[in-house]
């Protein structure tokens, strides 16, 4: 088995329908298995893919399990020599996963990769970042990132980054994390301390770590309709997720005095994300900053 892909789904029934359509579609010339993990979805998502996509490995989660767990899930059963982490609102547009798999054959140092990914009307999504300081987030906490961007600020969100260019990177998104099996082995797979937000940017700190290399590769991309799911909450529980993953990071990476000031700075951000969804205000994801 050359590729495993594992989808994490909430209550993206139709977006996942495209997804999956779009793998067996245009996946040609790759022995490959996918996984669809529900975290117990209202929808029909389960109902549908069992149905339309037999082929599915489907794992139907009776609670809510949250992105890094249900991904481990998949994971311990996943048998591909590289692992696909892809979220539900994407589309190929292309046989991308070949490109993918043969740029990795041919480039046995790269452990960790992504590729290009665009929104549904072409324009590209930046899903490259560097590794987080608390400059940059004490910023982001506190909303500054709308309307002031320092130095700190431009580094995190690869203001610089050339998306033209195949090279090593520091953080890339969640939404498509392309790994060999025995890298995210040794990792431990995803960290399960944290629910949702936070894990992507912690799994590519620890594999830094451990010197492994994560690569942006421009040969090929995808459509990302981006935050699906996360639409379907308040802006107050969002923003109550964010802060913890972020604490989470802080303390394990930075130490409890990072960790400290988070927490402290947390309470503004989450007073700013109420003031949000009273007036309906859609904050800009980072990726668009």
């Known amino acids: 088995m050359q590729l ?14 495209k997804n999956l359509q779009s793998i067996f579609k245009l996946t040609q010339g790759l022995d490959f298995e996918v996984f669809v993990v529900d975290n117990a979805s209202k929808d029909g998502s389960v109902q549908m893919v069992a149905s339309e996509f037999p082929k599915v490995n489907l794992i139907a989660s009776n609670q809510n399990l949250g992105f890094a767990k249900a991904n481990n899930l998949a994971l311990e059963q996943a048998q591909g020599k590289y692992i696909l982490f892809m979220n539900p609102d994407m589309e190929l547009v292309e046989n991308s996963f070949k490109v993918l798999v043969d740029w990795l054959e041919a480039s046995p140092k790269v452990e960790m990769a992504t590729c290009q990914l665009i929104y549904p009307d072409g324009l590209r999504q930046n899903n490259i970042k560097n590794n987080p300081g608390l400059c ?8 500054l990132h709308h309307f002031w961007q320092p130095s700190c600020l431009k580094k ?30 040794d990792l431990g797979g995803w960290d399960e301390d944290y629910y949702l937000w936070w894990e992507d940017l912690d799994l590519c700190k620890r594999a830094q770590d451990k010197g492994y290399q994560i690569w942006y590769m421009p040969q090929t991309k ?20 964010f802060n913890r993953g972020m604490a989470i990071y802080f303390r394990k990476h930075f130490g409890l005095l990072s960790c400290l000031v988070v927490m402290l700075l947390s309470y503004i951000s989450l ?3 109420w003031v949000s969804q009273v007036f309906k205000i859609r904050p800009k994801s980072q990726s668009k900053i």
Do not use: P
Request: hydrophobic share 45%; net charge positive.
């Open 222 to 241: 995808l459509i990302h309709h981006e935050a699906k799911s996360f639409a379907q909450q308040m802006s107050l529980e969002k923003q109550k997720r």
């Open 4 to 17: 495993s892909i594992i989808i994490v789904s909430w209550n993206v029934k139709d977006l996942l329908r």
């Open 271 to 273: 007073g700013l994300a």
């Open 156 to 185: 995190y969100l690869a203001k610089d980054f050339d998306y033209t260019k195949e090279q090593e990177v520091k953080q890339i998104m969640g939404a498509f994390v392309l790994v060999k099996n025995e890298v995210i082995k």
């Open 136 to 143: 940059d987030q004490i910023l982001i906490l506190l909303k």
